[in-house]
């Protein structure tokens, strides 16, 4: 298709040593730990799932802990505590404290806007290793209209400003879309001011909340070139000083992302109801059921559980992707994706120009990024449909 990408690589050529490619799977290095879907902030673009879970359903500090204990046990070196906002659970620092405990290191994902600067020292004593915070825009306009919360952005400040005087590790992630890119180059100006040694640039990804709101955050194709400068700019610049991380939108790309390492190889994610998962948005693959730690061991569930085994290594794969020379590289890229965009989870990730889908999604981003259509759903309770 003429479709203004760049054509000078093959994106299909393997380059350099073969891969060590295999159908197996090893023992999980991290785990996505959500511990809630209460949120403050309303950003239109949340990897939450459509269907929120109310606090009634959320696990108790106890399951919590029994679950940290079998992630050591399992062999898991990370946890990354999430949401929602995780700052909302008064019992954070016992959770933190516990995770320290059995050898986890511990990163806080957060907003921001809910931190004092007693309780980051607390959570820092409990053996907190590193905060991440959100950024929604460089201005406080900007910042209040993505996040629909006033005032966000001095108090997202301060809570960079308190996780180094508490001695722990920053980054700043600035999920990116159509919005707010025309601040992209003050975005990375405030997380050097912030004081970060990483900052993750990631355009929205399209499930969930973002699906619905895609024709309101999809950037143009011109956007996401000038973005891409910027970025390359910036990490020379800074090169030594902020780590920039850089992911660009999938309707644009022309292989699929190794979504999480491969499904159900190195990652997982717990709901905030225990239900474990092989990424943040596989509850959009409604045809699956998930187990919960309520019911069955961290264990039996990373090893013999369905919907973690049904996409794991190769076997699964159709056509183009069966016989791709990039299978053990990709894995097939994403299945909520292929999910959300084909109906059927196994499909190619129409991501991947091998799609026959492929043509029709990057005339669906280029569509909707002129189209300018810049009101969106907000992500909160009422617009949810609730679970429990």
Known sequence: MDDGLPAAHDPFRIVGKAVDARNTYGLPLAVLAELTHRCPLQCGYCSNPIQLEQASREM??????SAMTQMADL???????????????????????????????SNLITSGVMMTRDRMFRLADAGLSHVQVSIQGATGQMSDLIGGFKNALPRKHDTATWTL????????????????????????????????????VANVQYYGWALKNRQALMPSFAQ???????????????????????????????????????????????????????????????????????????????????AMNCYRGTDWMPEPC?????????FGGCRCQAYALAKDAGATDPACAKSPLHDS????????AAAKEDAFLYRNFANARLDG
């Open 165 to 200: 005087e508490a001695g722990l590790a920053l980054t700043v992630n600035a999920v990116v879309h159509r919005q707010n890119l025309p601040e992209l180059p003050q975005i990375i100006e405030k997380a050097l001011e912030w004081g970060a040694s990483r900052l993750e």
């Open 361 to 368: 999604i990057f005339r669906t981003a280029l569509g909707e």
């Open 75 to 105: 062999g898991v070196l990370q946890i990354h505590f999430s949401g929602g906002e995780p700052t909302v659970r008064k019992d954070l620092e016992a959770l933190v404290q516990h995770a320290s405990e059995v050898g986890l290191y």
């Open 224 to 306: 996401l070139e000038e973005t891409t400068q910027i970025v390359e700019e910036a990490r020379a610049r800074l090169k030594g000083v902020l780590e920039i991380d850089y992911v660009i939108p999938d309707y644009y790309a022309a292989r699929p992302k190794q979504c999480m390492g491969g499904w159900g190889r190195q990652f997982f994610n717990i709901s905030p109801s225990g239900h474990v998962l092989p990424c943040h948005a596989a509850e959009t693959i409604t045809e699956l059921r998930f187990d919960s730690l309520k019911e069955r061991s961290l264990e039996w569930i990373w090893h013999n559980s369905d």
């Open 60 to 65: 108790t500090t106890e399951q919590w802990v």
């Open 322 to 330: 069966k016989s791709c020379a990039f299978k053990e590289i990709d």
